[in-house]
């Protein structure tokens, strides 16, 4: 079946500009993951949603990072007013939600996004 | 805090070489453990993961070497061969605790040269 897409797959924006990144999960997936990527360093988590719960919001770096999730499905990553230090490759992931040992993430192929 | 440190951050193997790499996690509530392979211009993808009540795990030439003790977890890849040239990322969770986000190492960038 279908995996986890994003779009764009990059983006190149002006300092100060708004950006949307978009994922879209695997079907029936409840759990959905932001992560953050710079060049040289690990994944940085960023947002967390499961089901109807409130998001986890504990990893977005400043109040300019925000993310929806519509219908339990496909979700929106915002980012007000970009920053050069915002540049980075955008992982979204999803999961099953269980707790199973089973229950993986799996990601998406990114959004690489480049603040010029 | 880094809670999950990873090493070395680059390795190069000779073809059918054991590669093999470190991390080591400082919350004792972590109880899941992937390891993640990811190629240029991708997403990671799951490897191999263990829960802390085993102290070993093999999946083919994979295998996940687990210290509860020493809080620590290794991957070993027996045979590398150079499509398993990659860079690999440790993680860690609290999945009995309601599945929380993955906590990664910075990252090995593997080379296995022929």
């Known amino acids: 079946g279908a995996g986890v897409s994003q779009s764009p797959s990059n983006k190149v924006t002006e300092k100060g500009k708004d950006v949307e990144l978009r994922c879209d999960p695997i079907?029936?997936?409840?759990?959905l993951y932001w992560y953050r990527q710079s060049l040289g360093q690990g994944l940085e988590f960023l947002i967390y949603?499961?089901?109807?719960?409130?998001?986890?919001k504990s990893g977005l770096p400043s109040d300019r990072f925000s993310a929806e999730r519509t219908g339990g499905s496909v979700s929106t990553l915002t980012i007000q007013r970009t920053q050069q230090e915002d540049s980075a490759v955008y992982l979204c992931?999803?999961?099953?939600?269980?707790?199973?040992?089973?229950?993986?993430?799996?990601f998406g192929p990114g959004t690489r996004l480049t603040v010029t | 805090q880094q809670q999950v440190k990873q090493s070395p951050q680059s390795l190069i193997v000779q073809k059918g070489g054991i590669s093999i790499i470190n991390c080591a996690y400082e919350?004792?509530?972590?109880?899941?453990f992937p390891w993640y392979q990811q190629f240029p211009g991708k997403g990671p993808a799951l490897l191999i993961a263990i829960r802390p009540d085993v102290s070993e795990k093999k999946e083919g030439r994979f295998t996940i070497s687990f210290n509860k003790s020493a809080k620590q977890f290794s991957l070993h890849i027996m045979d590398s061969q150079p499509g398993d040239s990659a860079t690999y990322f440790c993680a860690a969770s609290m999945r009995d605790s309601g599945n929380t986000p993955l906590v990664f190492g910075k990252g090995t960038r593997l080379s296995v040269i022929a």
């Open positions: 919350n004792t509530a972590f109880d899941y």
């Open positions: 992931a999803s999961s099953s939600g269980t707790r199973l040992v089973s229950d993986e993430q799996y």
């Open positions: 949603f499961q089901g109807n719960s409130a998001p986890d």
């Open positions: 079907s029936g997936h409840t759990a």
